[in-house]
């Protein structure tokens, strides 16, 4: 493990998924200690997207921005929300020049699948519709997220595809969740790893899909055909249970003749990126904002 993430792993709380009260709770105490990102440079707006239920959103606007990502946040579908993404969001914004629109979806066990995907896929629909309102253009639009929010922006691809909904540009998956069968190798063997190992994404699973069977649009890895589908950029870390299943779905896409940049993080464990006093947290960041800067490119 990288020696500036390795430090910080025995103060890490341990996450458990099996109680969603105390899980989030955990997680919003743990954003709030982080310190304020600078947003001089950012207009942020709260908005609502109607839909049934209507779905919180909050806008970072870079000066001069005409692309957009919609970017979801991680937290296993159970927790998280717009105020715990702030800390994503500010430098994705910054360093991408790239509206970014993070979406606060229904959570599970409450709601369960589909119901999250059903708000970010309303929020994109919203977003191209009301793109000249934005200030962007309709053809410069990404979908985007970490962990599970990868692994919803990844179904919303696949169903905008399906449906011949709004055109995406682009699909930006960090350590993204794409396979509840927990059949490849790092699935099986990260049993102790830091935040996620193998019986966390069993018990988020559990919440998210309750007792139905998984489809391609809850568990991406599903699907049987990933042509027509947008460029993307596929990030892993070494110590991630989830890391076997996005290098397989990078290759699939590569197949089906999608193009794709694919970044294995050497050092890192899922959602090590939090950690940015750590180099290599700061190079992933930094590459994010630099990759979705070229994909919405003109």
Known sequence: MDPELEAFVP???????????AYRKMYAELAAARP?????????????????????????????????IIWLHGGGWVV??????????????????AVVITVGYRLAPEHRFPAALDDAYAVLSWTAEHAAELGIDPDRIAVG??????????????????????????????????????????????TDTPWNNRAVRAAALGHYLG????????????????????????????????????IEYALRLLQAGVSVELHQWPGTFHGSVAIQSADVSQ?????????????LAA
């Open 145 to 190: 997220g970490h962990s599970a929010g990868a692994g919803l922006a990844a179904a919303v691809a696949l169903r905008s595809r399906d449906q011949q909904g709004p055109p995406i540009r682009f699909q930006m998956l960090n350590e993204a969740i794409l396979d509840d069968r927990q059949q490849t190798w790092s699935a099986r063997n990260f």
């Open 11 to 21: 103060l890490l709380p341990r996450t458990d998924p099996a109680d969603p009260g």
């Open 211 to 246: 007792s139905r069977p998984a489809t391609p649009y809850a568990a991406p890895a599903r699907a049987d055909d990933l042509s027509g589908l947008p460029p993307a950029y596929i990030a892993t870390a070494e110590f991630d249970p989830n890391r076997d299943e996005d």
């Open 36 to 68: 304020a990102p600078d947003t001089a440079g950012l207009e942020i707006e709260d908005r609502t997207v109607p839909a049934d239920p209507d779905v919180p959103v909050r806008i970072y606007r870079p000066h001069q921005a005409q692309g957009a």
């Open 283 to 295: 190079r992933q960041l930094a590459e994010l904002g630099a990759v979705l800067r070229r994909a």
């Open 80 to 97: 998280g929300d717009l105020d715990t993404e702030h800390q994503w969001a500010v430098p994705i914004a910054d360093q991408s020049g």
